[in-house]
Nanobody, 124 residues
Framework: QVQLVESGGGLVQTGGSLRLSCAAS????????MGWFRQAPGKERDFVAA????????YYADSVKGRFTISRDNAKNTVYLQMNSLKPEDTAVYYC?????????????????WGQGTQVTVSS
């Protein structure tokens, strides 16, 4: 069982930056693939980025490549999402998620545990 708590959301102007954090409970954080997803009002929950549990591989949605960076600190049981050059279309609730099996995926249904979400609003 893993409990996830996101933080770091807020209101930022276009072009600004935010760093989201997701703190996980439990002693087996390193065994989970970690992902970030986002959901805008009236839209489906979309994949943003993921970090594999081993090997250090990272994955990004095309819409955030070159602007967002996912990282993890297993000693702190925390995964981060550094978001730069933010755009109004990045406005959404951002969720972190943990997947216990094999490798990260872009499908939200494949993830076992979810945080409560943190709101990111980018003003134009």
């Amino acid at each position: 069982q893993v409990q996830l708590v996101e933080s770091g959301g807020g209101l930022v102007q276009t072009g600004g930056s935010l760093r989201l954090s997701c703190a996980a409970s439990g002693r087996t954080f390193s065994s989970y693939n970690m992902g970030w997803f986002r959901q805008a009002p009236g839209k489906e929950r979309d994949f943003v980025a993921a970090f594999a549990r081993s090997g250090g591989s990272t994955y990004y949605a095309d819409s955030v490549k070159g602007r967002f960076t996912i990282s993890r600190d297993n000693a702190k049981n925390t995964v981060y999402l550094q978001m730069n050059s933010l755009k109004p279309e990045d406005t959404a609730v951002y969720y972190c998620a943990a997947r216990s099996k094999w490798w990260p995926t872009m499908r939200s249904d494949d993830y076992d545990y979810w945080g409560q979400g943190t709101q990111v609003t980018v003003s134009s």
